[in-house]
């Protein structure tokens, strides 16, 4: 173990990789914020900026655990840097009081503020980015009061290529050549054993990850290379959270996609180290009460960033209200365990099958107030799952002669089901997900 002058520690494991940790705690629990993106793309100002600001605040999610408010890409002026300096210039038009003037009013309102960047020669949306230029932006969004830092990988110039990648098909059945990227097309498959931190990828989400440490202020550093050169085994060296995927978008199909491929990445996450699903869309899109009910259940239940991505002043009460149920809220941000829910039976398909549409239907995970137990119904109709307490992982200690019954908690309402033995078997709307808190043990009345 080694501490840096900035306040980090590198933590060696028994498998000789290393996690940061700040010693301030940033980083340990995976993030809770709001981001611009899936609100407004690239038409923001300040003011919808101040605005999402202030509905965090008056809507209770700062309360809730929210605090990051994220400016996401097209921030800046298009035409270049500033010539006499260098630095990235902000759109004067788009921000009067400039990022600076920005973070001071979102720090006065008690929250933190995010910035945007590529690891590239230009933003995904065109706009100046930081590779080569890492040491200066750094110093610049320190300067300015950032407290986040979300780093993209679009127009990756050719001297930076890698001839090896490593993606999930998914992805690019929804996006093809996304982002100006070769994942997929001309990539090549790396021999066994390949050591990913010898890429070029690796190289270039660690430049900016060693300017931002040699900063005197924590950055929260979330690395947004969308699951390439299988980031999730080097991710946590680097950054607090990256993402796993291409950019999600507002329909269930897309939702589900990523679902599937989170089934199978658990293992990678902890204290300190998250997989990131992208972005929330709820409140965005087509998607119904059910769907957002689900795609926020697991989000929290993976313990990927919660990053809140709609319009704040439009959205209805009943998503607020998923946005801030405690109990997932809770877990999501469990100071005793880390590690996320895990899928422990595939319901619909046998267990372990790959299948977008069809993913993991029963999820476990271990808090300090009981195990969140979640069932899901992928079918396009109602039907019925069924908890059984036994197959929960964990939740049974010792050879029992009989199934122990279990102080149960619904989770989207609040009720206290009571002393409930073996299971639970509902009726789950389409996409929907039964929800349960499952505590401790209990003597059911006779």
């Known amino acids: ?46 003011d919808k900026i101040m605005t ?139 021999p066994s054993g390949y050591n990913w931190t010898t890429s070029l990828e690796y190289k270039r989400y660690k430049q900016m990850s060693d300017a931002l440490l040699a900063q005197n202020r924590t950055i929260l550093y979330s690395l947004c290379n969308w699951g390439h050169a299988a980031v999730e085994e080097w991710g946590h060296q680097l950054g607090s959270s990256w993402r796993m995927t291409g950019d999600i978008s507002p329909q269930w199909w897309r939702v589900s996609e990523i679902l599937n491929q989170m089934s199978f990445k658990s293992a990678y996450a902890d204290f300190w180290e998250h997989n990131d699903a992208d972005m929330l869309h709820i409140g965005n899109g087509n998607l119904t009460m059910e769907e957002s009910r689900s795609h926020f259940a ?21 998503k607020v209200a998923i946005l801030k149920n405690a109990h997932l809220l809770a877990f999501h941000q469990d100071n005793e365990f880390g590690k996320p829910a895990q899928p422990y039976k595939w319901g619909v398909n046998a267990d372990w099958t790959f299948d977008a549409d069809r993913p993991a239907e029963y999820w476990s995970g271990e808090s300090k107030n009981g195990f969140l137990v979640l069932a899901l119904n992928t079918l396009q109709q109602k039907s019925q799952r069924t908890i059984v307490f036994q197959e929960v992982p964990g939740l049974v200690k010792g050879q029992k002669a009989e199934v122990p019954a279990f102080e149960v908690t619904e989770i989207w309402t609040g009720k206290k089901l009571g002393c409930v033995q073996k299971g639970i078997s509902v009726q789950v709307a389409s996409h929907d997900t039964a929800a349960y808190l499952v505590g401790k043990e209990c003597s059911p009345a006779t």
């Open 52 to 190: 999402a600001a202030k509905q965090v605040v008056s809507l209770g999610l700062k309360d809730a655990g929210y605090n990051y408010i994220n400016v996401d890409d097209c921030w800046a002026v298009k035409d270049g840097r500033d010539k006499v300096t260098g630095k990235i210039i902000p759109d004067p038009v788009k921000f009067p009081t400039g990022i600076r003037g920005l973070a001071d009013k979102i720090h006065g309102l008690g929250l933190k503020v995010g910035i945007y960047s590529s690891a590239g020669t230009k933003t995904c949306a065109g706009y100046p980015a930081s590779l080569d230029k890492e040491g200066l932006d750094a110093a610049t969004f320190a300067s300015w009061g950032i407290d986040y830092l979300k780093y993209d990988n679009c127009y990756v110039p050719d001297n930076w290529q890698d001839p090896y990648d490593f993606c999930v098909p998914d992805d690019y059945r929804a996006y093809g050549p996304y982002h100006n990227g070769t994942c997929g097309q001309s990539a090549r498959t790396p």
């Open 1 to 46: 173990m080694r501490a840096s002058s900035t306040g980090v520690l590198l933590l060696g494991t028994a498998l000789c990789t290393q996690a940061l940790e700040y010693k301030d705690g940033t980083g340990r629990l995976p993030a809770l914020g709001w981001n611009s993106w899936n609100a407004f793309y690239c038409d923001i100002t300040e």
């Open 298 to 318: 697991f989000w929290a239940a993976i313990k990927s960033p919660l990053i809140i991505g709609t319009a704040l002043d439009r959205l209805a009460a009943e």
